[in-house]
């Protein structure tokens, strides 16, 4: 199928934004399509190359881009850059200048859907000497070759920003309506294969028995469970029943470990594949478990190799990303895990297996190896006032709190629900005041939308964070962007590209997950995970929290031991 057909149907979703008919465009495009076309343009719909859990990325950034708008137009970097820091968008930029069709000397005839795909996916594949020239003259080419509607695609699906506004929950509903299978099949298939091309190619193939058929499969990550919250051990028991398994809750990462007789595969809670960051869990993993097939869920947590104690998350955050020089990072940074749950042994889908006997069958698997691999501490009971000893001695012990599970309850990949629940401390809220700001891109780039936090030094004022989320894009569901605009454009005090300084002025309660040591900002702390609680237009500058406060939060906030 022509690329413009795509093209057409970007445009359509990005004319409205009312998720129904979002829904019945894409229905009605993939009706359309052959078995073949369809997981490449589930793919490019969703704006991505490859599915979530794949290693391979596009990688390309702002300026290969840039470079290459200029090539297939003609025009200069400069001139590019300029209406980019006009426009803030690199799609519009490229759909203003690639209006007229050159000659392109790769394709000829109509550009299709699959010579973008495959030509994109290319992409992912150059390396070496002279590879940014080779990525520019390759999207050059594309540009070159497509309308200036269809480059403006082609350049956001470079940048992995798509923006027509139709999320995960569009294209399942319309997969579903398309090929006339049920919702729930096509959620279930998406949380066991992490690829909604591949269900949708099934569903169009195979309906609904076909979705019902897919199973969990070891190497292929699984969306993994997710918790709510709950504020005390009562509120716990109402949501898990009684009795309940109650675990420590370490501050680490999730990590999936699957096992395929020698293969060993490691995924984040993003399904990220990091087996090559980590060759010593790896290790500790072969040697620990006494299996050669299952996929277990745990914790990754770092500790301090003097003393054996936990460390917090931001101290082994860096590990995650680093891919080299790995050894060292092994010895400065050492980690362990901590094994909570299973969803496959030898083979067996342990899925629908009430968690109490996951837990049975994990502890029977496990060696427990000292800085190595251990079970998380767990209890059973039904006794709050057991349940509350536990947690105190939890947090003495520099855990982050406990997670309460349900023990009849299945595995459900991808869910927030309620068959099991995190407890932590509530953390104060901080008054902070707004410093600085950055202009927003695309849909937000009439708006100030992410907020440079201080806090008070005495009459100074030291930045302790960036924060964007907790604000509404329309004034009638509380603090918008919009809003935040208004009261800061009149305090800037100075512009540099899309950051700008503000006289302080505007006060915000600010909640946040932690308080963290940080070079990052002057206060020498960080807040790990900042939201917007509500303006204090009620306050003065002299009433912005300051350091000594934070700082006594910061200590206060656990003893890690
Ligand atoms: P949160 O990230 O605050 O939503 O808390 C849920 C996370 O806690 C999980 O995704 C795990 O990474 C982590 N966690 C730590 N200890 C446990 C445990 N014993 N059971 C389950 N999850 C745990």
Redesign the pocket.
């Known amino acids: 199928m022509e690329y413009s057909k795509l093209v057409e149907i970007y445009e359509a979703l990005s004319g409205t934004s009312k998720l129904l008919e979002k829904r019945a465009i894409i229905a009605g495009f993939l009706k359309g399509l052959n078995s073949e076309e369809v997981e490449s343009a589930v793919l490019l719909l969703e704006g991505r190359l490859f599915p979530e859990w794949d290693r391979r990325k596009i990688g390309i950034g702002t300026q290969t881009v840039i470079k290459s708008i200029s090539t297939s137009s003609g025009k200069s970097e400069d001139l590019i850059k300029a209406d980019w820091a006009k426009i803030g968008d690199l799609g519009l930029v490229a759909e203003r200048n690639i209006s007229s069709k050159t000659q392109s000397t790769l394709f000829s005839g109509k550009l299709t859907i699959d010579q973008v795909f495959t030509n994109l996916r290319k992409l992912s594949e150059i390396e070496g000497g002279g590879s940014t020239g080779k990525k520019i003259g390759l999207i050059a080419e594309l540009l070159s070759a497509s309308s200036g509607v269809g480059a403006k695609y082609i350049v956001r699906t470079c940048l992995e920003d798509l923006r027509t506004g139709a999320g995960f929950g569009v294209l399942r509903d319309s997969i579903a309506s398309a090929f006339d299978v049920e919702v729930a099949n096509v959620q279930t298939a998406y949380d066991l294969t992490t690829d909604i091309s591949s269900v949708a190619k099934i569903a169009k193939t195979k309906s609904n028995e076909g979705l019902l058929a897919l199973e969990l499969s070891v190497g292929n990550p699984v969306k993994?469970m997710?918790?709510k919250?709950s504020e005390s051990i009562e509120e716990g028991f109402d949501v898990v029943g009684k009795p309940a398994a109650i675990?420590?809750?370490?501050?680490?990462?999730?990590l999936q470990i699957h096992r395929s007789g020698k293969e060993i595969k490691l995924f984040t809670?993003n399904l990220e594949d990091v087996t090559s960051q980590f060759p010593d869990i790896v290790k500790m993993i072969e040697k620990d478990v006494n299996s050669k097939e299952f996929i277990i869920?745990c914790?990754v947590i770092g500790y301090d190799k003097k003393t054996g104690k936990w460390k917090p998350f931001q101290d082994i955050s860096q590990r995650i990303k680093r891919k080299y020089e790995i050894e060292e990072m092994i010895k400065e940074v050492p980690v362990m895990i901590?094994v909570?749950?299973i969803i496959n042994l030898d083979g067996e889908n342990l899925i629908s297996m009430p968690f109490g006997e996951r837990r049975d069958k994990l502890s029977k698997v496990i060696r427990e190896d000292p800085l190595a691999v251990s079970l998380?501490k767990?209890i059973v009971t039904d006794s709050v006032e057991k349940g509350k000893e536990f947690y105190a001695k939890a947090l003495s012990d520099g855990a982050?709190g406990v997670?309460m599970?349900k023990l009849d309850s299945v595995y459900k990949p991808g869910s927030r629900v309620g068959y099991?629940i995190?407890i932590?401390p509530v953390m104060e809220t901080l008054d902070l005041v707004v410093v600085g700001s950055e202009w927003g891109t695309g849909k937000r780039s009439k708006w100030l939308s992410s907020f440079i936090l201080a806090c008070r030094d005495g009459n100074d004022f030291k930045e302790i964070g960036k924060m964007g989320t907790g604000f509404k894009e329309k004034d009638e569901e509380g603090v918008s962007f919009g809003k935040m605009t208004e009261l800061l454009k009149p305090l800037v005090v100075s512009e540099s590209g899309r950051e700008v300084r503000v006289k302080p002025g505007v006060i915000i309660e600010v909640k946040y997950?932690e308080i963290q040591k940080s070079t990052n900002y002057d206060s020498g702390f960080a807040l790990r995970f900042p939201r917007f609680v509500r303006l204090r237009d009620d306050k003065g500058l002299k009433d912005v929290d300051d350091l000594k406060r934070v700082s006594k939060l910061a200590k206060s906030q656990r003893s890690r031991g």
């Open positions: 993994v997710l918790f919250k675990d420590y809750k370490y501050d680490g990462f999730r809670r869920d914790e901590i909570f749950d998380a767990e982050e997670m599970k099991g995190k932590k997950e």
